[in-house]
């Protein structure tokens, strides 16, 4: 087979899959379907795998219009981002076997769950703008359903909210498509940017204002002020290892989004120094603080870790914003670190759900008894959050600390650690007091109620899984770490 052609099976077979779960007979029954599922989940992690092991390719398959084609290529980002969803996918779908029970409507569930992770897969190996925007609204209908999946009232509200939200953002997104192409050598990814500053020699102004539009648009599924309203709405109503792929994940389509428009498209060195750079600096600690005072206050728990995203999503886009190396770097790091921490949270807030039925962070005392595998998890996953070391937490955040510091900006070269450092204190704050009530619930704790309540391996094996790269990836940054940097010296 041309080498090639294998862009594709990423693609189209979880499609092919996805329909294969709705349809087929033989999909209604659970077994049948898990072993299905999982087989192909694994099979999907065997072709990323091929992929990532060999050396760059390139697909164009047939011009939408004149001089733009669709056209999907493998690329340092699409590299980080396939692996992610290769990873996470796997773990939250094993997860989800047994926790879908809870849920019902199985099939329905795990055939959208593989319809999307074939939009996402689009996503990544995206080759220019007009491939991405395709996939990257592809991506957001497929996705949908897994919000909406209970079908009830606060289900639907919250689905048309995501979908609201989105289509907004992404519609700001197509905007600067538009715009930009009119401006460009051309609209494939390229590192450094494209820009023609013949052609765009006195509309500087305006272009800046469409830049900015794009920036706000595609972090919109990025959870960044102003258009996070979704993410606290979307997760409380989705199952939890929807949730999990969502904050995990899918917000990090935003962030590819945004990574592609300013460093493959326009150029870091356009936008250094401009009022751009400045607002989104602003907008994106704006979104850390507000993020982590709402999840501060928020009880319930599944909510709490929504305005974590929010937050902790935005530490991304801050070290992008730095325009620097070691911003990207740290803002690239903390792509792959959030997922593997938020996957793990999510998941450890299903588990909770699936064998206590409790939501509110208030009626968690004593869980750690009864689930100590899982709490323990959670425990390590939220030390990472927080940026304690040796998780991986702590590399991203030292990395972004730096890149603001050493950035030079006005203000914003002290101003961002500040920010970042009281958000940690708050993220300490809304985290940590779960796993000491969970394991030291007081001498007045009723332990004669006390059940051991632990999940089976379906659940608790990812937990574990995560828990244990979310340490590993701290202890051992640097291959990573020179992954990244070699990506970031072709676009800076």
Known sequence: MNRNLLLLLPMILPILAGLVVFFAKPMKNRKTRNWFVGSFLILNLAITTVLLCGPAVQLELFDLMKGIPVLFKLDGVGRIYTSLLAIMWTLSGFFAFEYMKHEGNEHRYFGFFLVALGALNGVAYAGNLVTFYLCYETMTLVSMP???HSLNKEAISAGLKYLFYSFCGASLGLLGIFYMNQYTTTIEFMGGGTLDLVKLAGH???????????????????????????????HPVAPAPASAVLSGVIVKAGVVGIIRVVFYIVGPDFLRGTWVQTAWMSLALLTVFMGSMLAYKEQVLKKRLAYSTVSQVSYIL????LLNADGALGGMEHIVFHSFIKNGLFLVAGAIIYKTGKTKVSELRGIGKEMPVTMWCYTIVSLALIGIPPTCGFISKWYLAVGSLQSGIPFFSWFGPIVLLVSALLTAGYLLPISINGFFPGADYDYSKLKKLEPNKFMTIPLIILATGSVL????????????????????
Request: net charge negative.
């Open 146 to 148: 897994m919000v909406l």
């Open 204 to 234: 500087e102004s305006f272009f800046l204002v469409v830049v900015f539009l794009s920036i706000i648009g595609f972090g919109a599924k990025a959870g960044m002020f102003p258009l996070h309203g979704w993410l606290p709405t979307a």
């Open 318 to 321: 801050f070290g992008l914003s």
């Open 473 to 492: 990836l701290g202890m051992f940054p640097n291959a990573f770490a020179s992954f990244i940097q070699s990506i970031i010296e072709t676009i800076m």
